[in-house]
């Protein structure tokens, strides 16, 4: 508490992210990155880009980038909006199209990023519960609303919603954008971007992060017809003219050109993950369907925060939820190698019977 401090800062609950331990040797399983390195074009396209060159500014339009992601999704560059991670991209997506006089909406389980937005930008919202089996219910959201966002697949769950789904949302709200966060969508969910040029209250985000091994290169992007994407640049351009670096381009083209690579890595982690829930089955463990590089389990027999605890203590770090408490019984795995998951296994296995 300052004196120096704004009203607003004095309101603010911000975000905790997942933690990144200093010391080696950790099996790292707590904020889904890509077991797996970035492609090798992508390191040789960011040293190439290591020269003098870096006194200048970058693209303040990204181009090279909007277009070798609006050639990968079959879109134009005019429907292509980029910023540094999306995290960044979705702050600019709620002060432009979800704050009006009429709630935003949400689920109560979801990404945790959502309410702290709105706390930042002083947006109304309703957080609409889960059902029993941790799905949206779309009729939940058949209310007046100043827009809708959650992730597919939805965090920390892992559980996707089929596309059916959320076409009818698209109609059923045509004054008000629908946004889906597509953090995960690689690992086996269906995307919504095919529905981008049909309604106009579409917006996709995706990232980097996850499925291109690019957590540290901090590059996201939205997808949406012009009109949409128009908004998101007048806000950046209020904000910072450059989010994305000459590095950050030049690695974040030679992701999305790579797909031979990007194809390989994600069928490695969903077969990861696959055996994963059924071996994790078999020794009792609930695991919810997961489209996502995460699986979210519980077990009967133990609470997760104490089940957290004891992998820390085999040197395995997993991410637990104090809040809501309809989930406090489950732990959050990011899917690992098949090496990681091995030991992840067999630390399981000698705790057996819990
Ligand atoms: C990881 C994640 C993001 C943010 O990713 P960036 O690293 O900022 O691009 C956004 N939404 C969800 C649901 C995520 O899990």
């Known amino acids: 508490m300052s004196q120096f401090w704004s009203d607003i800062v004095h309101e603010l609950t911000p975000y905790v992210p997942g933690e990144q331990p200093k010391v080696k040797n950790l099996i790292k399983l707590n904020t889904n990155e890509n077991p797996y390195g970035p492609s090798p074009q992508v390191l040789a396209a960011i040293t190439a880009q290591a020269t003098d060159e870096l006194r200048l500014y970058p693209d303040p339009n990204s181009e090279r980038l909007r277009h070798a992601i609006a050639e990968f999704h079959g879109l134009t560059a005019n429907q292509v909006f980029v910023g540094n991670g999306s995290d960044e991209v979705l702050a600019h997506v709620f002060l432009a199209l979800l704050k009006h006089s009429r709630p935003l909406l949400f689920p109560d389980i979801t990404y945790s990023f959502y309410p702290v937005y709105c706390g930042l930008y002083g947006i109304e919202y309703d957080a609409l519960p889960l059902d029993r089996h941790f799905e949206i219910n779309i009729h939940d959201y058949d209310r007046p609303n100043g827009g809708i966002i959650f992730p597919n697949p939805n965090a920390p769950t892992g559980i996707p919603i089929e596309l059916t789904r959320i076409e009818a949302l698209l109609q059923k709200n045509r004054h008000s954008v629908v946004v889906i966060d597509e953090a995960y969508v690689d690992f086996g969910t269906e995307s919504a971007v095919r529905l981008i040029n049909d309604y106009p209250n579409l917006l996709v985000t995706q990232t980097f992060s996850k499925a291109r091994s690019l957590a540290g290169l901090r590059v996201g992007y939205a997808l949406g017809q012009q009109d949409l994407i128009e908004a998101l640049v007048r806000v950046k351009d209020s904000f910072n003219s450059y989010p ?10 030679a992701a999305m050109q790579d797909v031979d690579y990007f194809e390989k890595i994600r069928e490695k982690v969903i077969a990861t993950r696959e055996s994963l829930v059924r071996q994790m089955e078999a020794m009792g463990f609930v695991v919810l369907p997961s489209g996502g590089n995460f699986i979210f389990a519980k077990h009967a027999k133990i609470d997760g925060g104490t089940l957290a605890e004891r992998l820390r203590e085999q040197y395995i770090i997993v991410r637990h939820f104090k809040k809501p408490e309809r989930i406090t019984p489950f732990v959050r795995i990011t899917i ?13 296995a000698t705790m057996m019977p819990f």
């Open 336 to 348: 690992g190698t098949e090496a990681q998951t091995a030991q992840l296994l067999s630390a399981l």
């Open 244 to 253: 994305i670096d000459k590095l950050a381009e030049a690695g974040a083209v």
